[in-house]
DNA sequence: CGCGAATTGTGCGAAATTCCTCAATCATGC
DNA sequence: GCATGATTGAGGAATTTCGCACAATTCGCG
């Protein structure tokens, strides 16, 4: 392979599937894209790619030529992280990946404290539903509810808090208990302990409201419309809303700290790790 | 890492040491190597190489990141394997690496009989001493003569061949064998079983040539002034040489074919493997 | 059925990269 | 001590590469 320009290209394409995708992720123009995966065909002299109309489609020997270069991308990103890690002192970026709610409420707002103690770093702060790839070099840490297991990752657990149901203060008064109606996460969170726990108590009584977003959910409470399991660091803070005592508790939630192995070890990132880990730890006794 | 180019420039500067060597191996310009490794300091902040008046060297961390980088470029290899395995058909370039005495003396001359069969195959016959890599694909198959242990290669035995020592006829019959003389690799062969077996023999005789080429040493020998040990192969062909039969007889050697796994499987790799098959064993009989 | 959104393809101008030539520096051998 | 060979460095021309704007096509949806 005498261009590795190419195979990056070719590589990208193949995991985004579309050229526009791949042109987007690249911060390229697509004619670019289009372009170095010709170059690929006519270096290997193979037919890579079905161009049709509206999508490029792998042919069989583009699958297998993407499978072998995938291990290509890996390396490069152990590039990415050795640089990373040898670079030295307490200067450059790094991104942070959370959930956004755990992002707004704890992190946020005390970033300011950190960039007062070093302030060479940079951060980027992701909040994302979707968990950001440590190994992809989408974030350089990355705060998580669950212990995932991920290759090459350290887990650590920096945290806990607890859930319980909120509504606005007026709502509570006036709603008798049977009557009470609730404000959920969509189908795509079934599988979140906390929305489990929920699933249980409505047990028949109405659900007014689902979102997938725990600010919306807030809000809604907020207005008067239904009751929403908020985290307490959201819900204690806000003053219009009042915790619900149910019969059963939900049940709390751990969090993680997940940082790549070849980055544990270097200041800045032990800097911002310890930071985090402040951030949630002073919380819990709130 | 946004530009993987700028690693392969690093890399093979790396292990060349030099900027003109890595610009050779890469077919580009050395300013070109050179403002690629700076293009790569930049984007990674860091210092790569000191810039010595004659010479390139790593620093520290530019060896950390040449290491990590290597991988990548295995990976680049297996792409380009991947490539060569899934290339239809028998046509296309093979690279054949073989000791010199072998490659002249058992393979160029069958090559025409290959090409008859086979006219979609192009050859590229490699006669050197140094072993080729097949793992960074200096060769596509290799002859070696003794078993080696690189990681990802098939190695099969394919042939055997006996050595004896050879004189010019005339010489033979005129000297008495207290006044033999003999004829030998230089220093870096010393190693070679035929070499050692040689040198028990010598045994305070005199070594009145030392020459790392076969075929020099043959074609001393024919001029009569001492014995060589040839493989039967090339000695036997010789009308001018004649075998003189020691007390002992020189060990024989294997020769072993070699191949990547990753390629043994493709037409034109099972059909090239066949011929140097057939080239090696067919001789033994003679 | 027609509209809109998204994707791929084409032509052209701009920008970046590369190569070539010459000069300077330095180690090595005689 | 000096010539020689090899290497790095710098500036200008040429080639390559890239991005932009627009056309063409397809798919989804009301």
Redesign the pocket.
């Known amino acids: 392979m005498t ?1 590795w ?1 190419n195979l990056r290209f070719f590589v990208t394409l193949a995991r985004e ?7 987007r992720v690249l ?6 894209v ?3 995966v010709a ?1 690929l065909e006519a270096e290997t002299g193979l037919k890579l790619v079905d ?6 489609r792998l042919t069989d020997d583009g699958k297998r030529i993407a499978d072998t270069a995938m291990p290509m991308e890996e390396a490069a990103f152990a590039v990415g992280r050795a640089v990373q890690a040898v670079r030295p002192g307490l200067r450059g970026e790094v991104s942070i990946s959370s959930p956004p709610s755990l992002a707004n409420a704890l992190i946020a707002p005390r970033l300011i404290a950190l960039r007062r103690r070093h302030p060479g770093i940079h951060i980027n702060l992701i909040g994302e539903k979707r968990t950001a790839s440590l190994n992809r070099r989408e974030a350089d840490v990355a705060l998580r509810l669950s212990r995932p297991s991920e290759p090459g990752l350290i887990a650590r657990k920096i945290g806990r808090f607890g859930f319980s149901l909120y509504g606005a203060h007026a709502y509570l008064k006036e709603t008798p208990p049977h009557a009470l109606a609730f404000i959920a996460y969509d189908s795509s969170m079934d599988d979140a302990p906390q929305q489990k726990w929920l699933r249980t108590l409505v047990a028949g009584r109405e659900t007014v409201l689902r979102t997938n977003d725990l600010e919306n959910q807030a809000a809604a409470a907020r207005t008067g419309v239904g009751l929403a399991v908020l985290p307490h660091f959201l819900g204690d803070r806000d003053p219009e809303l009042r915790r619900y005592n149910a019969m059963s508790a939900p049940p709390d939630r751990d969090i993680w700290l997940l940082v790549h192995r070849d980055l544990r070890r270097t200041p800045i990132m032990r800097a911002v790790m310890d930071f985090l880990s402040d951030c949630t730890t002073r919380r819990r006794g709130e």
Do not use: K, Q
């Open positions: 261009d320009e599937g579309t050229l526009s995708a791949a042109a911060a390229v123009d697509h004619v670019t289009a372009r170095r170059a161009r049709r109309a509206r999508s490029y």
